[in-house]
């Protein structure tokens, strides 16, 4: 059974950087589609970027296109998030989820996408 753990949150400055990390246990990541996923208080989750099974194709939300760089890593099991230029409105907790049918182009419907990751809390603040 595939299982995700989110790491890689935490307090940064407007116009830092910070690198989230999704790796899997249980089963190969090799088969499987990851989106990286946010979600603010009082809002609902959004999808922010999400990554084939091969990593040769790449989906993101406008609001990070040119800030936020989505890979993969299927020989460590692990997907990245490498996000720069950080702004406050960055803040919420990110989750990362899997799909088995490789549909990263469907990284703005979060509800086909699962399992889902407990999320890391990335918080923009001066």
């Known amino acids: 059974q595939l299982q995700l753990v989110e790491s890689g949150g935490g307090l940064v400055q407007p116009g830092g950087s910070l690198r989230l990390s999704c790796a899997a246990s249980?089963?190969?990541?090799?088969?499987?589609?990851i989106g990286w996923f946010s979600q603010a208080p009082g809002k609902g989750r959004e999808g922010i970027s999400c990554?084939?099974?091969?990593?040769?194709?790449?989906n993101y939300a406008d609001s990070v296109k040119g800030r936020f760089t989505i890979s993969r890593d299927n020989a460590k099991n692990t997907v990245y998030l490498q996000m720069n230029s950080l702004k406050p409105e960055d803040t919420a907790v990110y989750y990362c989820?899997?799909?088995?049918?490789?549909?990263?182009?469907?990284?703005?419907?979060?509800?086909?996408?699962?399992?889902w990751g407990q999320g890391t809390q990335v918080t923009v603040s001066s």
């Open positions: 989820a899997a799909d088995g049918y490789n549909r990263y182009y469907y990284c703005s419907t979060p509800s086909i996408w699962g399992p």
């Open positions: 249980g089963v190969t990541l090799d088969y499987y589609a």
């Open positions: 990554i084939s099974t091969s990593g040769g194709s790449t």
